[in-house]
Nanobody
Framework: VQLVESGGGLVQAGDSLRLSCAAS????????LGWFRQSPGKEREFVGV????????YYADSVKGRFTISRDNAKNTVYLQMNSLKPEDTAVYYC?????????????????WGQGTQVTVSS
């Protein structure tokens, strides 16, 4: 199984960015997909999660209303649209996959992880 994130970069506060995570080696449409992030010196934290069907999502309060997860099961890809970015959104962003159907923000729930992509938001 391989998850590969892309789309990170350096942006200014207020800008938008869309991250992608391409999956291979698993039956993508059966997996719940999550996004997490980690800033230097901090623990990895939950950002949001989407159900296998795409019908349900759940977001951390810190990103609710600004970030949106979507998925394209035909392309085995999940996206994280990030709008109104803030300097505190600066982090390495990871996608993760679990066969469990519950929308869960716990790191231990996820079996597979990508390598991460850096997002830096300047003020």
């Amino acid at each position: 199984v391989q998850l590969v994130e892309s789309g990170g970069g350096l942006v200014q506060a207020g800008d938008s960015l869309r991250l992608s995570c391409a999956a291979s080696g698993l039956t993508f449409s059966r997996y719940t997909l999550g996004w997490f992030r980690q800033s230097p010196g901090k623990e990895r934290e939950f950002v949001g999660v989407m159900s296998w069907s795409g019908s349900s999502t759940y977001y951390a309060d810190s990103v609710k209303g600004r970030f949106t997860i979507s998925r394209d099961n035909a392309k085995n890809t999940v996206y994280l649209q990030m709008n109104s970015l803030k300097p505190e959104d600066t982090a390495v962003y990871y996608c993760a996959a679990t066969i469990r159907s519950s929308l869960d923000g716990r790191l231990t729930t996820y079996e597979y992880w990508g390598q991460g992509t850096q997002v830096t938001v300047s003020s």
